[in-house]
């Protein structure tokens, strides 16, 4: 795939996770067409939804998409196909299948923000960068399930996460009082104060970076950081570009502050 179109799929990728089922399903087509009149009707669905689920969540993998997609191309054509054999299945499975979406993406569509889930290269880019400038307050805008705050909290280092997802802040608030190590607060990420940050992360897409840069620009001190993990602010030149060595290739933009504006 061409290096544009996939940085376009790993903006957006509801995009990859489209692809990876119409690849699949164009292999499930030829291999139906090999097998029809040689497999029973019954197993050739089933191996022809096994294929459709593995398939799909191989390409995503192969596409470079954060974890979570692979999950959801592995389970959405098992789903569907559930959905659709469902008959005289109770309709409470479902409710509680789709309460649960909810809870854990229901700020997608507010914030125009998906849950993208920080790797291990990235919190100890972010450990460093702390380390080299002598930071000790830090704050995850969206933090997900708060790996980068507890990884980044002690040694006199205050790192707080912020996140608006019901059942993702609650999960990450479970694990952050099981390690005693950072804080978790269940707030919108525009209402968050960062004045008194030193370093601001984000990790959440194209659309809400100049509004957010806008608002670091606002209140954000002198000399402190807005850290961008693969979505650069249009427009805006970074101050410095972090290029990861993992298998996303990972880039960290850094914006420093000259100072708040009006």
Known sequence: MPARA??????????????????????????????IGVLD???LFWTSLGVQCAGAALVTRLLGLPVWWVWISLFFPAAMALALQAGKLPAWPFG?????????????ARERVPLYLSNSRTTEALLSLMQQRGATRFVDLGSGLGGVVRRLDGDGRFARGVESAPMVWLVSVLLSKLTRRGRILRQDIWVADVSGEEIVYVFLSPEPMPALYD?????????????????AVPDVEADEIWELPDRRKTRLFLYEMKGKTA
């Open 41 to 43: 009707s019954r197993v």
């Open 96 to 108: 509680i299948a789709f309460l649960v979406l909810y809870l854990v993406f229901s700020n997608t």
């Open 6 to 35: 996939l940085r376009a799929v790993r903006a957006y990728p509801i995009l990859g996770a489209v692809l990876a089922q119409l690849v699949a399903g164009v292999i499930v087509i030829c291999m139906r067409l090999a097998l």
């Open 215 to 231: 608002k670091a620009r606002r209140e954000m001190k002198a000399g402190s950081l807005l850290v961008s993990n693969s979505f």
